[in-house]
């Protein structure tokens, strides 16, 4: 391009030239003088006045030819000029459209260079995230773990303490109810009475299975609540081996003795304890049995509710002080009827009395009127009515149920509730005493 280029500009410099050369020679505005006569004719004679004109005619023809020519000359020089300078002004505007497009390229080349940088830098980000990740669930499935081991640790050390717990509970259980055994054996060996203690019994068909329990003596209540009383339960007691069904219930509604068919809560009915009684619904089972039978039954007084809960033991819970897993029926005792609802008696270990469900399941009506402590409670076993008061007539709850937590159904844990109230976490066991 830059050949062709300098090409033109050498043709258009000589072509100036030459018209420069040509305009020096012959101006086109400047008036063409006739051509002068050869030397001979002035020797010749004068031609006729139409000759001369015609002769000077022609020399002016030529003349405006010459200028014409010269002027199509000179026109023909300068649109070639024109030409070559729109060639010109073209390649350097083609040349400023290459530069531009070049200059472009590279500014894209350059901003595709740093979005792959940034994209290499983000992609290197998210590989040293996802690391670091990695190792934080590494770290946190380690820590995870360890805490698991610690706590199977701690779990199985726990049963082990639970374990060595119950036995030594069992060993003063089994030492105590020996005495008692002894005891019962000397008092028969001098009365010639036969030995009651442990067994079970039914005063008829469709009553409720009972057993008897030792004589002995506990001391009653919570240290934390107020002082503790001593008391001597030095009589023959029997007491209800399971919390009276809906069987038994049933029968004394059946016999006509009972005049309520509590709703069983869509739980069943048969072996689950009756629910939803009042302690007034209660009193009408015991006098409905102690007619049906000729025997004194009742309600368990509540010092006799929390000796034969304790069954010789001074623990929290018959089998040690910590409540465990699947020793009863609670909000946290780890059964399958945990919170939801009441499970069929006897479906957990009985304590050394022989008694099943005495802590958890439902809650136990018992004798006693409402008294806030045990200072001048009797310490023979009798039931506390002292103070009743017919019009605020409320009686003692024991033993905690299925919807309470394991706190509430410790040996001493105890709450009240009128007369006439029932719902569905409160049934009852019943008493024989000679």
């Known amino acids: 391009m830059k050949r062709i280029l300098l090409a033109a500009l050498a043709w258009l410099s000589m072509g100036a030239s030459a ?28 031609r006729p ?10 020399a002016k023809a030529e003349a405006r030819a010459q200028a014409a020519e010269y002027e199509s000359a000179r026109l023909r020089a300068q649109e070639q000029a024109r030409q070559a300078e ?18 472009a390229t590279m500014a894209r080349i350059a901003a595709e260079n740093d979005a792959a940088q940034r994209q290499a830098a983000v992609r290197e980000a998210a590989a040293r995230e996802l690391a670091a990740r990695e190792a934080a669930a590494r770290e946190a499935a380690a820590r995870e773990a360890a805490e698991r081991e610690a706590k199977q640790i701690a779990a199985r050390e726990a049963a082990a303490r639970l374990i060595a717990s ?35 019994f039914r005063d008829c068909a469709d ?6 329990l030792p004589q002995g003596e506990f001391s009653m209540g919570d240290a934390s609540a107020g002082p503790r009383v001593p008391v001597n339960i030095g009589y023959m007691l029997a007491v209800g081996r399971f919390e009276v069904t809906f069987t038994e219930w049933d029968a004394c509604v059946a016999a006509g003795g009972c005049r309520r068919r509590p709703h069983d809560a869509g739980w069943g009915r048969g ?43 001074d623990a929290r819970y018959w089998w040690g002080n910590n409540a465990g897993r699947g020793e009863a029926n609670c909000a946290d005792c780890g059964s399958k009827w945990d919170g939801r609802q009441t499970a069929p008696v006897g479906r957990f270990a009985p304590n050394p009395f022989g008694l099943y469900d005495m802590h ?18 009797p310490g023979d076993g009798r039931a506390w009515t002292r103070d009743c008061s017919v019009a605020t007539d409320t009686r003692i709850v024991r033993g905690g149920a299925w ?26 066991r019943i008493a024989r005493s000679e």
Not at 362 to 377: G, K, T
Not at 409 to 428: C, E, K, L, P, Q
Request: glycine fraction near 4%.
């Open 19 to 46: 018209f420069a050369e040509t305009q020096s020679v012959i101006d086109p505005t400047e008036a063409i003088e006739p051509p002068k006569a050869p030397a001979a004719a002035a020797t010749r004679p004068a």
């Open 49 to 58: 006045d139409a000759a001369a004109r015609r002769e000077r005619q022609r």
């Open 86 to 103: 729109a060639r010109k002004a073209a390649a350097a505007r083609a040349a400023a459209t290459r530069a531009a497009a070049a200059k």
């Open 166 to 200: 119950r036995e030594a509970a069992a060993r003063e259980a089994s030492v105590k109810l020996a005495a008692a055994r002894e005891s019962s054996a000397r008092e028969t060996r001098m009365s010639k009475a036969p030995v009651r203690f442990g067994t079970t």
């Open 207 to 212: 009553c409720p299975e009972l057993v008897w």
């Open 271 to 313: 072996g689950q304890p009756v629910i939803n009684v009042s302690w007034a619904d209660a009193q009408q089972y015991v006098t409905w049995m102690s007619r049906r039978t000729g025997k004194r039954y009742r309600l368990l007084t509540e010092a006799e509710w929390e000796y034969a809960a304790r069954a010789g033991t």
């Open 360 to 377: 958890g399941n439902v809650s136990e009506w018992v004798e006693d009127c409402f008294h806030e402590d045990f200072r001048e409670a």
């Open 403 to 428: 919807h309470a937590s394991s706190k509430s159904m410790r040996s001493t844990s105890r709450t009240a509730a009128a007369v006439d109230y029932f719902d569905n976490r409160i049934g009852f």
